[in-house]
């Protein structure tokens, strides 16, 4: 790619131009340093979270693929799958077989991962990444083995680097029960639209059974009524999913 067309397409962040940089899609060679500056833009863009959503209904399969496909505690897939731990698209991925065993994963790889590459930048995020997975897939998730591995490395990037997002990693890995509640409260909040009905003044309460929305899988309701009256809310980030 041109350095010109590259940066006109810089100005613009959507869904596929987020796939191209991820690596996903075209010559499909990662480019860190123009996500980077999607992600920046990204931000501080009022439509993220419509953009991350689309994102994720398109790629999320692709994405967790190329996770898979590296060695390293931090890599480009992992940023990208940081950036959308968020969403209920992704805590939707990790109840499916693909997505089961993500934690146990980013758990080993920042075992194993060599410590001469010291980055406190990719440290952060892959604790960041970790701790969204402790969160969603709980701490049992991680192998008692690579546990004991782990939080020697934590303790010593906390006492180095003291970032929140590496304390609170550590303090759930720990099992320290303020961090525990907090966790359970991150989890609650983005499985929400997967459990409870998404019409925002649904006084049904019970446990009937819900109406999956055929499209995006990520939204849940008691009645069609009930969808009829969300839709005009749920359509930004209704995005048709393939998984
Ligand atoms: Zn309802
Ligand atoms: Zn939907």
């Not at 192998?143 to 906390?158: F, G, I, T, V």
């Amino acid at each position: 790619m041109s350095w010109v067309s590259g940066t006109q397409a810089l100005l613009n962040v959507t869904a596929d131009s987020l796939a191209e940089y991820c690596g996903l899609t075209g010559d499909q060679q990662q480019n860190p340093l123009s996500l980077e500056r999607q992600l920046a833009l990204l931000q501080r863009n009022p439509s993220h979270v419509v953009i991350n959503s689309e994102f994720a209904a398109k790629y999320l399969p692709t994405l967790v693929d190329a996770y898979n496909a590296q060695d390293a505690a931090f890599s480009v897939p992992m940023r990208m799958l940081n950036t959308i731990g968020y969403l209920p698209y992704f805590a939707r991925f990790l109840s499916t077989p693909a997505g089961s065993s993500m934690c146990a994963t980013q758990a080993h790889r920042m075992v194993t991962a060599s410590s001469d590459s010291v980055d406190p930048t990719c440290i952060v995020e892959e604790c960041q990444f970790l701790s969204t997975l402790l969160a969603l897939q709980g701490t049992n998730a991680v192998s008692d083995e690579d546990r004991q591995a782990l939080l020697p490395k934590l303790r010593q990037w906390n006492r180095t680097y003291q970032k929140q997002q590496i304390t609170r990693c550590l303090r759930q890995l720990e099992g320290d029960s303020e961090t525990t509640a907090i966790a359970r409260g991150l989890k609650k909040h983005v499985e929400c639209s997967l459990n409870e009905c998404g019409f925002e003044d649904c006084a049904n309460t019970g446990t009937s059974k819900l109406l999956q929305c055929a499209r995006c899988k990520t939204a849940v309701y008691c009645n069609r009524d009930h969808q009829k009256k969300a839709w005009s809310l749920h359509k930004t980030t209704c995005f048709p999913t393939v998984f």
